[in-house]
């Protein structure tokens, strides 16, 4: 609620109300016979089940502006009133197989399948059907090495899906008001053929543990390729309509996950542990499957076969008559994309004693590029930002890399260049490092807890979001203030970081 004059937009009050209704059933039910032979060499444990999910939700909004009076709190007392109403229904279930079969306490292959429906499928879409393989072998059990904790490799092999949204296979149309009148538009063009798009993966690793539990390491390979990916594609344009959810061609995931655990000091009174992770993946659009390239999200990121999904396409100064200055704009691909394609963490723990904790975590991406609304609007706005004049603070005629880009149509000299016209300017660098929290803990003497009637009292103290570090000074990497479709994230508009916090407590058992 904005009371009379509380605003210059809406000197007369505004009342806005929003109500969500949403309910959620499921359903979860299995079984399971397990079995062994008599010496216990060979296992097999079978699962079969169903489950079902059934999500309903009613949105109501209603602004009404123009108010005659202040202290009104109500719709009675607006002028205006404007309301809207979105119904949504969805259904989704299946069931599943699964066996499980183990040999000599070292063998162990599996083997299952699911079998999916949905209300949201396409009239010509009944079921799909996700397969599944596993097999692992410890084999440490057939190694004679004293340094050698565990040894296993294992393998797999599954398929998943990712559901359409309600009502993206049906035709609709919606209605708009004007003016006291109203008439009907196009909606959703509909699509008949819209199924889940699937994912089939095929994995492989092992898992090592040395020296008595103080070295861990996991290695996992994949490849993972989705088809009939779900878009929003947009229609032809002689259609009228606009996007619709359809199955595009084929995305290919390639990658590696690194995790390693030490233990570097393991004694009574000091124990320090150290961990980290690393992961990387190669994202392609290897198939359009004939559908031609389109904008995901916003007009910035597209999808075109031999690149990653969402790559950065901008509109980028060029040089048309070769005299060295910029004469036109047009969209290019920067080489860059908003996922990051290399990722990992870090962490370590110390303890001293059986008292005192001291423990860290931090994590860092890269290899990804991250897109500036917030200078783009303080440009628009006749704000530059001190950080995008590569030159230094007093404007040169002569610097090539003057933000924002200078030029004449006929390349005679320089002149002002639009924001709308130079977006290459900023995208950025997008790698970043973040210590996440420190924390330390302290269990305080049995003494002293006697002393004040408790079994167990600590302190502790944690800070989070404690350091920053990214290659460019306007943009937090992480941040995605636009929100979007299918989540690609890296583009921030204003967005602030999340807050640096500190807490301090006490914990007390009686």
């Not at 097999?44 to 709190?73: K, W, Y």
């Not at 860290?360 to 001190?386: C, K, Q």
């Amino acid at each position: 609620f904005q009371p009379i004059g509380f605003t210059p937009g809406e000197p007369t009050g505004e009342l806005t109300r929003f109500d969500r209704d949403f309910t959620s059933v499921s359903l979860d039910a299995g079984a399971t016979y397990s079995w062994e032979n008599n010496e216990g060499s060979i296992t097999s444990s079978t699962t079969v089940g169903a489950q079902g999910f059934r999500e309903d939700e009613t949105i109501i909004s209603a602004n009404g502006t123009t108010f005659a009076l202040p202290g009104t709190f109500d719709f009675d007392g607006a002028a205006i009133i404007t309301a809207a109403e979105a119904n949504q229904e969805i259904f989704n279930g299946g069931f599943y197989v699964d066996e499980q079969l183990g040999f000599w306490n070292k063998l162990y292959v599996g083997a299952g399948f699911r079998i999916d429906a949905g209300s949201s499928f396409g009239d010509d879409i009944d079921t799909e059907l996700y397969p599944k393989a596993t097999g692992s072998y410890i084999l440490s059990e057939d190694l004679d090495l004293a340094f050698v904790d565990e040894f296993k490799l294992r393998a797999a092999y599954g398929e998943t899906g990712k559901f359409p949204g309600a009502f993206l296979k049906d035709r609709t149309f919606s209605a708009q008001s004007f003016r006291g009148e109203s008439a009907p538009r196009f909606d959703n063009p509909g699509n008949a053929d819209l199924r889940p798009e699937k994912t089939s993966t095929v994995e492989a690793g092992f898992d090592v543990a040395l020296l008595s539990n103080r070295v861990g390491l996991n290695f996992t390979w994949y490849n993972a390729t989705t088809s009939d990916a779900l878009f929003q594609v947009p229609e032809q344009p002689v259609t009228g309509l606009g996007t619709q959810q359809r199955n595009v061609g084929e995305i290919s995931n390639q990658g590696v996950e690194v995790a390693l655990n030490l233990q570097v000091i393991n004694t009574p009174d000091l124990a320090w542990s150290f961990g980290g992770t690393f992961q990387y993946n190669d994202n392609e659009v290897a198939d359009m499957g004939g559908v031609a390239d389109f904008s995901v999200e916003d007009s910035q990121k597209r999808v075109t076969e031999g690149r990653p999904v969402g790559s950065w396409w901008v509109t980028t100064p060029i040089d048309t008559n070769g005299d060295g200055l910029p004469d036109d704009s047009e969209r290019q691909f920067t080489e860059g994309f908003p996922v990051p394609d290399k990722s990992g963490s870090f962490n370590t723990t110390l303890s001293i004693g059986n008292s005192l904790s001291i423990s860290g975590l931090a994590d860092w991406a890269g290899g990804h590029e991250v897109f500036d609304y917030g200078s783009i609007w303080a440009t628009f706005n006749g704000i530059f930002r001190r950080e995008l004049i590569l030159c230094g603070e007093t404007p040169d005629p002569n610097c090539a890399d003057l933000f924002p880009v200078q030029y004449n149509p006929d390349g005679t000299e320089r002149g002002r260049y639009s924001q709308s016209a130079a977006r290459s300017a900023f995208v950025y660098d997008g790698d970043w490092f973040k210590l996440r929290e420190i924390a330390v803990r302290y269990i305080l003497p049995e003494s002293l807890s006697a002393n004040l009637n408790v079994s167990r009292a600590t302190v502790y103290a944690t800070g989070r979001n404690l350091w920053i570090w990214s290659r460019n000074e306007l943009v937090d990497p992480e941040l995605n203030g636009l929100g979007g479709n299918i989540g690609l994230g890296s583009e921030s508009s204003i967005t602030l970081s999340p807050n640096r916090t500190f807490r301090f407590g006490v914990e007390v058992v009686f």
